[in-house]
């Protein structure tokens, strides 16, 4: 598995990626999206974007979301999905530990945060894994398969700022 910087011809991968509902349905997206829109989400010029490939094929993603607001700029937001097919098999935990490595060494972030399904479970332990702890849990705030359902907020502070807090 390689991991390296998104290019326009990854698109049809990440279009795949997101075609499944397992997918979307973690995500803030609707299901069925359409390869212009998938493409969209990743356009963007404040959005840092890695992909894990596997034997010529994009099989996961990280993106920093990255803001132009002065006073936020040592933050970012940080969104993932992996191919179903490749669930448990360490792209999710690369993908993230080189989005951090960036983050620490490359983007001068200081804090990266998520919001998650409470129900997703292994994304939640990856998270923890690599770093990333609950703040808070948003109650019945988005809708998945036909219910309201809680996210939790979750932080990770650059390992260097941190030990001097």
């Not at 290019?7 to 049809?12: A, Q, T």
């Not at 808070?136 to 309201?148: A, D, E, I, M, V």
């Amino acid at each position: 598995m390689k991991i390296r910087r998104l290019e326009e011809f990854d698109y049809k991968d990440l279009h795949e990626i997101y075609s499944f509902t397992s997918v979307s349905e973690n995500t803030s997206q609707l299901p069925f999206l359409s390869s212009s829109h998938v493409s969209g989400l990743f356009s963007g010029s404040e959005q840092y974007t890695l992909v894990a490939e596997a034997e010529g094929k994009v099989v996961g993603h990280v993106t920093l979301f990255l803001t132009n607001k002065v006073r936020d700029r040592h933050s970012a937001a940080i969104a993932i999905a992996v191919h179903p097919d490749s669930h448990g098999k360490g792209v999710g935990k690369s993908l993230m530990s080189e989005a951090l490595n960036q983050a620490d060494n490359w983007l001068n972030l200081v804090r990266v945060e998520l919001e998650v399904h409470s129900d997703n479970l292994s994304a939640v332990s990856l998270y923890e894994k690599v770093g990333f702890e609950v703040e808070g849990t948003k109650r019945l705030s988005t809708f998945k398969n036909g219910r309201y359902i809680d996210m939790l907020l979750m932080s990770r502070l650059h390992p260097d700022y941190r030990a001097h807090t």
